[in-house]
């Protein structure tokens, strides 16, 4: 009878953790905290480039608004969003955006064919590290960081015409913004 009243304990706790965890509870036990949009500062990391032996580190871009953009080249909307990305950089890139292109979930390789038939214009890195801290579970998932360095949106899946015209607002609003004043100025 203990043996089965033990039994029964480990199951229920057991269950509970899972429950616990599909809620999305976190910031315990070792998860990283949820990210809030407009006020959690973007979690830092460093990337290496699936094409060339550099890397990239997020902290290095503070003051540029950087675009984040989590995806696989086995997932049909990740291909899909891909010119889009494309244009975007292209129309962006000299006032200010930084595209981080981060790939997931597959081996270099595979990824590696895919940014060659691709050819895009900007880098594409290493992002197994980076989804962790950002809790980038479905793809495509992208991020925007203004230029102090802050979350302000994330956008998970993508729909052609609406994922555009709110990429553009989104890019267009933070580089109105002012850059975030230097160390040293008042």
């Not at 999305?24 to 480039?49: C, M, N, R, Y």
């Not at 930084?98 to 895009?120: M, T």
């Not at 980076?130 to 949106?153: E, I, M, Q, W």
């Amino acid at each position: 009878m203990r043996y089965l009243v033990s039994c029964f304990l480990v199951l229920f706790l057991a269950g509970i953790s899972v429950a616990v965890d599909q809620a999305g509870i976190k910031g315990q036990g070792g998860h990283p905290a949820p990210l809030q949009e407009g006020v959690s500062p973007a979690p830092d990391f460093t990337a290496p480039s699936l094409t060339d032996d550099t890397f990239v580190r997020l902290s290095a871009l503070r003051g540029k608004v950087v675009l984040i953009n989590f995806w696989a080249s086995w997932c049909p909307p990740c291909r899909a969003e891909f010119p889009l990305l494309v244009r975007l950089y292209n129309q962006y890139k000299d006032r200010g955006l930084v595209l981080l292109s981060l790939n997931l979930a597959e081996e270099a390789e595979a990824a590696r064919y895919f940014i060659q038939q691709a050819a895009p214009p900007f880098p594409v890195y290493a992002g197994a590290v980076a989804a962790a801290k950002y809790d980038a579970s479905r793809l495509p998932t992208t991020y925007f960081v203004d230029r102090a360095g802050c979350l302000r949106r994330r956008v998970s899946g993508f729909h052609p015409k609406r994922t555009e015209a709110e990429f553009v607002a989104i890019i267009d609003q933070l580089l109105a913004e002012p850059p975030p004043p230097t160390l040293g100025t008042p």
